[in-house]
């Protein structure tokens, strides 16, 4: 059974960095895709960031220029670099890693990320 967990959340202030780790249970080169999603209170999750097992990578609108993914295949994990960080990205964040297409993949249980002054 795959598992992902997540970490490196925490309380940052408005201009601020943190960094964000999802390590795999196994090899990630099995996946098709690893994402980080984002939820905030009384939203929907969407998509932050994605990872093919290409690299190709793919970026919502509001974090492009700010954030980056990247994966590491000896370390089984893939990361998320924010920068320039607003309130408005103050959410959980979950890490989710998909096998094959069309199926929901496995989740994270989710880190805390607060922006804040």
């Known amino acids: 059974q795959v598992q992902v967990v997540e970490s490196g959340g925490g309380l940052v202030q408005p201009g601020g960095s943190l960094r964000l780790s999802c390590e795999a249970s196994g090899s990630i080169s099995r996946f098709i895709v690893m994402g980080w999603y984002r939820q905030a209170p009384g939203k929907q999750r969407e998509l932050v960031a994605s990872?093919?097992?290409?690299?190709?990578?793919n970026y919502a609108d509001s974090v492009k220029g700010r954030f980056t993914i990247s994966r590491d295949n000896a370390k089984n994990t893939v990361f998320l670099q924010m920068n320039s960080l607003k309130p408005e990205d103050t959410a959980v964040y979950y890490c989710?890693?998909?096998?094959?297409?069309?199926?929901?993949?496995?989740w994270g249980q989710g880190t805390q990320v607060t922006v804040s002054s």
């Open positions: 990872i093919m097992r290409s690299t190709i990578t």
């Open positions: 989710n890693a998909k096998q094959y297409a069309g199926t929901n993949g496995a």
